[in-house]
C-alpha cells in the first residue's frame, strides 16, 4: 500500500477478484475547519479502492497507473466513511488480454449517514513494464 493511504489511517475491510472495501475513520489529523472529513482524504480513499483493485488483476508483467481523476463535492461528510471498487467481468477480461488500455472503475463512497459525499471518477491505465523500462533507457541517452 502507498504510504499515505497508511498515513491517513486507510483500512481494506474486503478485497476479492472484483471489489475492494476501503473505511476510512473521521479522525482528528484529517479532518477540515468544520470537522468532517478533509476533501484530499476521501479522494485518496477512493482513488486507494480503485487503485488496489486494479492493481490485484493487473499482470505482474504491467504496471497500473492513474489516469484521470475527478471528484465532485457534494454534501458535507457526516462522520466516517467507506468505499466500494469494482471491476465488471468485461474489464477483468480487457486487463488480462490488453497489453495496454484504460478502464474506467466503479466507486460508490458513503458516510455514515448514508449519504454519498463525493462522486468520482477514476480511470486507470495499464502498460508492459518493459515499455516504462525503456522509456527510462531512450531517456538517459
Not at 36 to 62: K, Q
Amino acid at each position: 500500500m502507498v504510504k499515505l493511504a497508511g498515513t491517513a489511517g486507510l483500512r481494506v475491510e474486503k478485497m476479492s477478484r472484483n471489489e475492494v472495501e476501503v473505511y476510512l475513520k473521521n479522525r482528528r489529523s484529517i479532518q477540515n475547519h468544520i470537522g468532517g472529513l478533509h476533501a484530499c482524504s476521501m479522494a485518496l480513499a477512493a482513488e486507494s479502492a480503485t487503485g488496489i483493485v486494479v492493481g490485484m488483476n493487473v499482470p505482474d508483467t504491467h504496471i497500473p497507473l492513474i489516469k484521470t481523476m475527478n471528484v465532485d463535492f457534494v454534501k458535507r461528510c457526516q462522520g466516517d466513511i467507506r468505499v466500494k471498487a469494482s471491476l465488471s467481468d468485461e474489464d477483468f477480461v480487457r486487463i488480462h488480454e490488453e497489453d495496454r488500455g484504460d478502464v474506467t472503475v466503479q466507486v460508490h463512497v458513503e458516510d455514515e449517514a448514508g449519504n454519498e459525499p463525493i462522486k468520482t471518477e477514476m480511470i486507470w491505465a495499464w502498460v508492459n513494464k518493459n515499455r516504462t523500462n525503456n522509456k527510462k533507457k531512450e531517456g538517459e541517452n
